[in-house]
């Protein structure tokens, strides 16, 4: 399993919170090109090491940190204790390569964390497990975040390497008093490789309310980053989402291009009626002060909350319980909010996904009352003034006799596909747009189905589709097929996957048979090659056939799949009928 679900109830503090403030800071803001530096430019370790020298974020304070977190309504702080230039912004008795050896001389993470039980803030300690400057560290070529070649100085030991990471990890968890989770960062290795269920183990039993996300491969939520996934919500995981005021990048950057506090409210909000957390990251500049318009986003985003609050913290999400794309929900006692992404043109609105009619109904911002009528095709909302009161998002509050929750219409099902019939002795092909995909992967995501050829191409040739982002061994296809009689087939998949990344093992189950298979190299991810399975035995009727990974190659990468071919043996299909 990915992660934990239901998430435990010592952790409820957690998804109640729904807005953090994460933190970027280390070396690498010195530098003004992003936290990614290091390895987007090739510094060697012994050089990238000498930024230490100048390392002394004179105007760093812990109040100022927390007291803006505060004013941005964040209701708890997500900051980098090491990022993966292995840098330490802590005190670690494991290592020299740490802030307390630097011109600054303090741990700041010490003082981050008192200045936030100071102020009852929640804090979360992120953790790299991929690590540049680490000897131990195994890098393998082409595993995303690893150092792409082999180093001078590099003494690759894993075991020795996890000693350290899991040694730092205890730490964290055992040197400050309360902290309120760990958060992982190494989606591209496998839990087995980082251990982390011995790593969740390690850290609940020091820290029984803190949360730990997925990226050890096993946490209590998702981590979709700069993305927000309503869907791992809707099947009732916990999910956090990140995001960078900063469009490219999350340490410091020099002349970063910001988001607006308009976009980032709107994915606030989405996030909170999907039911899931929305952590908002600035970069500190290299002298530890925060920089001001990115302060100003977190400013705005408070100064939304604070009229709006009472829509967003300690409230559920309604994922697929939305009247549109546009006017979501969130639910609380009695309380429902209706957040309107866009203002509606006119003076009402109409809600079709309401059982029942709310004893009142008013703008949360100021408190004006509407008129609530029931028509025959729903409620109706009026009295709108014709200029929204907020100029980003803004929300309507509906108040009812009893749980709220309940005044909502379920969620609608998907619809189970027809299954696909094989036309006697011709090969049956499993299309990827024909796939029912289940699971998720690598931070929440889903598998996805695209197109090879483009649209206009369709006229002659009907589109192609493939299967991709496929990054865990849960994640599954399958397709529900129908044989008129009972037949023998040979089974074949069609796969793309360029070296190094092909290798996967999988298998194909249907009728209570499996094959296996192996992911072919091929020329690049969008060309396929036919993968022959072998020969499987399916009685008349339906059936469900189901493509799964088995072992990933580094832990997280699978295939791209076009499809599935099932061809029928002739004479073997005669044999059998003769029995
Ligand atoms: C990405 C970035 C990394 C950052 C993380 C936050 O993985 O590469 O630098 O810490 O996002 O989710």
Redesign the pocket.
Known sequence: MLVKRPLAPELSWFPQARFGM?I?FGLYALLGRG??VMYQERIPREIYEKLMRRFNPRRFDAETWVRTAVRAGARYITV?AK??DGFCLFDSALTDYKITRTPFGRDLIGELITACHRHDMRIIL?Y?QPDWHHPNFVNRPGAF?DWPEPRPGDAPDWPRYLRYCHGQVEELCTRYGRIDGIWF?GSHKSEAEWQGRRLYRLIKRHQPHAVVNDRAGYGDFF?P?RRLSAAAAAAGYMVEA?QSVCQDA??YKRDARLFSAHYLIESLVRMAAAGGNYLL?IGPAPDGSLPPEQVRRLLDVGAWLRAHGDAIYGTAGCPLREESDDMLYTVRGNRLFLHLLRWPVGDAVLLRRLRYSPRRAFLLKTHAPLRVEAQKDGILLRGLPSLPPDAAVNVIEMRFDGPANKVLLSAPRAPRRRPLIFVPGAPLTLSASDATCAGFGTKGTQIVVRTLREATVRLVREAETYLTNWSKPEQRAFWWIECPRPMRCQVAVEMACPAPYAGSTFTVRVGGQTLRGTVPATRDERHFRRVRLGVISLPAGVHRLCLAPERLQYGYVFANVRCVVMKPCPQMHHKLLRR
């Open positions: 994460f970027h936290e990614w980098t990022h993966h992120y790299s975040k960062d981590t980053e990140c999350w340490g990251n």
